[in-house]
């Protein structure tokens, strides 16, 4: 399985950016993915999921703010963040949910400055 996560930078709070990632190795469409993220000092948490029909589901502290998506044709997954704030700042990672594979790749860090 490789999972490869990009669209990662540097923006100030209010702004927007969107993460992609291309899993492959995997029936795509078999699976529900999610997006994760850690922040440093602190423990790598769940930030959304979505099933292979296009459900999802939010962390309350994202909800309303960040939008989840996939393509299953194209073997992505998409997380669109809104009005970002300091404290989203971490690395994020895509993986499979709820169990993850245990290769999360190296991820894309979002740093959203004050």
């Known amino acids: 399985v490789q999972l490869q996560a990009s669209g990662g930078g540097l923006v100030q709070a209010g702004g927007s950016l969107r993460l992609s990632c291309t899993a492959s190795?995997?029936?795509?469409?078999?699976?529900?993915m999610a997006w994760y993220r850690q922040a440093p000092g602190k423990q790598r948490e769940l930030v959304a999921h979505?099933?292979?029909?296009?459900?999802?589901d939010y962390a309350n502290s994202v909800k309303g703010r960040f939008t989840i998506s996939r393509d299953n044709a194209k073997n992505t997954v998409d997380l669109q963040m809104n009005s970002l704030k300091p404290e989203d700042t971490a690395v994020y990672y895509c993986?499979?949910?709820?169990?993850?594979?245990?290769?999360w790749g190296q991820g894309t860090q979002v740093t959203v400055s004050s």
């Open positions: 979505i099933t292979g029909l296009g459900l999802t």
């Open positions: 190795g995997i029936i795509f469409s078999n699976n529900f």
């Open positions: 993986n499979r949910y709820p169990t993850p594979f245990p290769s």
